[in-house]
């Protein structure tokens, strides 16, 4: 493999690393500490290389520690993409929002698109088709529920779980799971207010295990687990360019 991009996505739990070719996702895998990325993009000749972290500090020191490497990366700065956020939103231009612009411009570059991103929190960030954030809404669910939690009932996974639960972990995964849906559903009704020709997007890890099938409706029009990766990957492309 040669003449590769490698973006990377720094999150809270896990690092998500893909390595591109061209517009082709070439490989993807999941690392907890720096050290994880050199095995992973073993045999791979990396000739460009973009990470974003939301801790900027945390993001500069791993990007000169894979430059020592000799694998050309920067981080993303959001000062530089100032023009992606109306005035009154600029304060909310992370650098992973700025990664999802560009995804979405990528995918659906003639509709506004709202991306849902099941992170720690699920964050609802609306984007215009001309590529500028007009505005996020937070919904603080599962950090609220592992401080909550003494236990840890959470499986959320492709099986729909039975609307009552048997047990104790059973009726928690239940409300859980159903009280999840049941928010993603309400906002994204509020918020096409907004955009009533918006496209829903979800993405982020909890999109890889989880089904979105609602028994009685669809409750998003797309799924991209690794919208931010190609986000990134389409930065690198313009810069190419």
């Keep these: 493999m040669a003449n590769m991009r490698l973006c990377i996505d ?15 996702l070439a490989r993807i895998f999941r690392v907890k500490e720096i050290e994880g990325i050199k095995k992973g993009i073993d045999g791979a000749t990396i000739d460009h290389g973009l990470l974003i972290c939301n801790n900027p500090m945390k993001g500069k020191q791993w990007a000169q520690e894979i430059s020592s490497w000799n694998i050309p990366m920067n981080p ?5 993409f100032s023009n992606r956020a109306h005035q009154d939103v600029k304060d909310l231009l992370l650098p992973d929002t700025i990664a999802k612009i560009y995804g ?14 099941f992170g720690t929190t699920v964050r609802y960030e609306l984007i215009s ?15 609220i529920l592992s401080q909550a939690m003494s236990i840890e009932p959470l499986v959320l996974t492709e099986q729909i779980p039975p609307p009552l639960g048997h047990n104790l972990v059973e009726s928690i995964n239940c409300g859980c799971y159903y009280g999840l849906l049941g928010s993603v559903e309400r906002i994204i009704a509020e918020i096409r207010q907004v955009s009533p020709t918006m496209i829903t997007v979800a993405t982020g890890t909890l999109t890889e295990n989880i089904s979105w ?8 029009d797309h799924i991209y687990p690794y919208l931010v990766l190609e986000g990134l990957n389409h930065i ?3 810069g190419i360019k």
């Design 213 to 220: 099938k609602n028994p009685s409706s669809e409750l998003v």
């Design 129 to 143: 088709k001309e590529g500028q954030l007009l505005g996020r809404t937070t919904f603080p669910f599962f950090d």
């Design 76 to 80: 993303l700065y959001p000062e530089n």
């Design 10 to 24: 720094i999150g809270s739990e896990y690092v998500k690393c893909a390595i591109f070719d061209g517009q082709k």
């Design 236 to 238: 690198i492309n313009e």
């Design 104 to 117: 979405a411009l990528t995918r659906f570059p003639m509709n506004d698109c709202l991306v849902i991103d």
